[in-house]
């Protein structure tokens, strides 16, 4: 078995051990505890080390900027979909989707299976490339979501008076501060060996902890409703459709030929849903806490997203990089971009014909009722 998917398998039986650990985690203070380890200890000395040991080459800053306009083009394009699987605009299920559909995890989900198949530097290629992604999930939908937050509630802060607030909410949360200091000291050539061993060796152990303790609340939140479950594999079916088309259409309008750049860009769009953005829900909800107005975001649908990402872009990703010369031609990324679109389609379809025959039943039920008996 090679490590890519073993690395699979282990991430997937921590979120298995998750929901058996339902019955005896049921307290949501209890929950509510290691979210809290998660988004205030985890989190950001993770980031803190990834930022840290980001190493920039300047000959492939294209990369970067390549995966920030995938971002962007899926972020565009989610309130397009989303109403087609039968999630209402301007529900709170509507902004949650929409703010984790664009964003890329592929620390967990691309980076094991690049380095398994592809080797070292085609690992160094996709993780200079996340250098962008992670700019649109920490930064933009941060901004994004408090945006959000702060116009479902119509507060009217204007000019100096909204900077303000979203300062205070920035500096006040502990991501943050960590994103801050990296990036001040990423100015000044610090890296994580030129910090003192205690601090480093502190904040190595902190995210070590990261990743196990993340699929397990994932797997404590799940709470899939069989609409619901059919609704996320749906949207994520065609967000890796919306993938392979951009990926086909980018090949032909380049005119790349290296197989290897092309199931790079591909395996790197295959991401799964990034956790981020929940930690930025998180935010949000902990400034509604108090608010018996609707919320902007549903904590609950994201947690199903992330479980339902997760295996879906395994699967994809290990397809893809197994494929042999198939994705070598621009026609071939089309056709599976395509069956995977229709796949995503396949449940809103049938949704549609079961809700018109219901409603020609009942249609035909009141006729009988108020048409006349024969005598």
């Not at 790079?264 to 998180?282: D, M």
């Amino acid at each position: 078995m090679d490590s890519g998917l073993y690395k699979t398998i282990t991430f997937v039986c921590f979120i298995l051990i998750g929901v058996f650990l339902k019955s005896k985690i049921k307290s949501k203070d209890e929950k509510s505890g290691i979210k809290a380890i998660i988004l205030n200890l985890a989190l950001p000395a993770t980031i803190f080390i990834a930022l840290l040991g980001v190493k920039v080459q300047w000959n492939l800053l294209f990369l970067p900027i390549m995966a920030l306009t995938l971002n962007v083009i899926l972020f565009l394009a989610t309130p397009f979909v989303l109403p087609l699987v039968g999630i209402k605009k301007g529900s709170a299920e509507f902004r949650t989707a929409r703010l984790l559909i664009p964003s890329l995890a592929p620390g967990l989900s691309c980076f094991p299976f690049v380095l398994e198949f592809l080797g070292e530097n085609a690992l160094a290629k996709v993780a200079m490339a996340d250098l962008g992604n992670k700019i649109f999930v920490l930064v933009i939908l941060y901004v994004v979501a408090m945006n959000w937050h702060y116009q479902l509630r119509s507060i009217s802060k204007k000019g100096n008076g909204k900077l303000m607030s979203l300062l205070k909410v920035l500096i006040s949360e502990p991501v943050n501060i960590f994103i801050a200091a990296a990036l001040l000291l990423l100015m000044f050539g610090f890296t994580m060996d030129s910090l003192p061993i205690l601090f480093s060796d502190i904040l190595e152990k902190l995210s070590i902890i990261m990743t196990p303790l993340v699929l397990l609340f994932i797997g404590l939140g799940i709470k899939l409703k069989r609409k619901q479950f059919f609704q996320v594999f749906s949207v994520l079916c065609i967000r890796a459709g919306l993938v392979f088309a951009l990926g086909g259409v980018f090949v032909w309008v380049s005119g790349i030929q290296s197989l290897e750049s092309i199931l790079l860009l591909l395996a790197f769009g295959l991401s799964s849903c990034s956790f981020w953005p929940y930690a930025h829900i998180s935010a949000v909800e902990h400034l509604e806490i108090a608010d018996t107005q609707k919320r902007t975001f549903d904590g609950d649908f994201a947690l199903n997203i992330l479980a339902l990402s997760f295996p879906l872009s395994t699967v994809l990703i290990l397809g893809v990089l197994n494929t042999g010369t198939f994705f070598a031609t621009n026609i071939n990324i089309l056709f599976v971009g395509g069956t995977l679109f229709a796949v995503g389609l396949i449940y809103p379809l049938l949704n549609g014909l079961n809700k018109k025959v219901s409603l020609t039943k009942v249609s035909k039920a009141k006729i009988e009722r108020t048409t006349p008996e024969h005598i």
